[in-house]
């Protein structure tokens, strides 16, 4: 399953990185294709949600980090995956949300 970090960065120190790459790191760490937009190296809010939005479609579930609601580019990749009827996670609640992956798709993980 591929999944699509996203949450606030501008306004952060280091724009919020060193929080979206502990995110990265755990989903992949239990098997998935993360995209992460702390690693596209931009920014230029304009050009780096051009980068995000244009990959947002190939992903099947966006996984929001916590303060994503106050983030003008989070706030938009919501809009965007309501619209395309993409699941939504919580990342502070994705144990209950791998849990649940696992149980419908008999996924198993590395990290359990």
Same mark, same amino acid.
């Given at each position: 399953?591929?999944?699509?970090?996203?949450?606030?960065?501008?306004?952060?120190?280091?724009?919020?990185?060193?929080?979206?790459?502990?995110?990265?790191?755990?989903?992949?760490?239990?098997?998935?294709?993360?995209?992460?937009?702390?690693?596209?190296? !931009?920014?230029?809010?304009?050009?780096?949600? *051009?980068?995000?939005?244009?990959? $947002?479609?190939? /992903?099947? #579930? !966006?996984?929001?980090?916590?303060?994503?609601? *106050?983030?003008?580019?989070?706030? $938009?990749?919501? /809009?965007? #995956?309501?619209?395309?009827?993409?699941?939504?996670?919580?990342?502070?609640?994705?144990?209950?949300?791998?849990?649940?992956?696992?149980?419908?798709?008999?996924?198993?993980?590395?990290?359990?």
């Amino acid at each position: 399953m591929k999944l699509y970090l996203s949450g606030p960065m501008t306004g952060y120190l280091k724009y919020n990185r060193p929080r979206f790459n502990e995110a990265a790191q755990f989903l992949r760490k239990n098997g998935f294709d993360v995209f992460n937009p702390a690693e596209i190296g !931009l920014d230029d809010w304009v050009s780096a949600i *051009k980068v995000g939005v244009r990959n $947002l479609p190939d /992903y099947h #579930a !966006l996984v929001q980090l916590e303060g994503w609601d *106050k983030s003008r580019g989070a706030r $938009l990749e919501k /809009y965007i #995956a309501d619209h395309l009827c993409m699941e939504i996670w919580q990342y502070n609640a994705i144990e209950e949300h791998l849990a649940r992956y696992r149980a419908i798709s008999g996924f198993v993980t590395s990290g359990g």
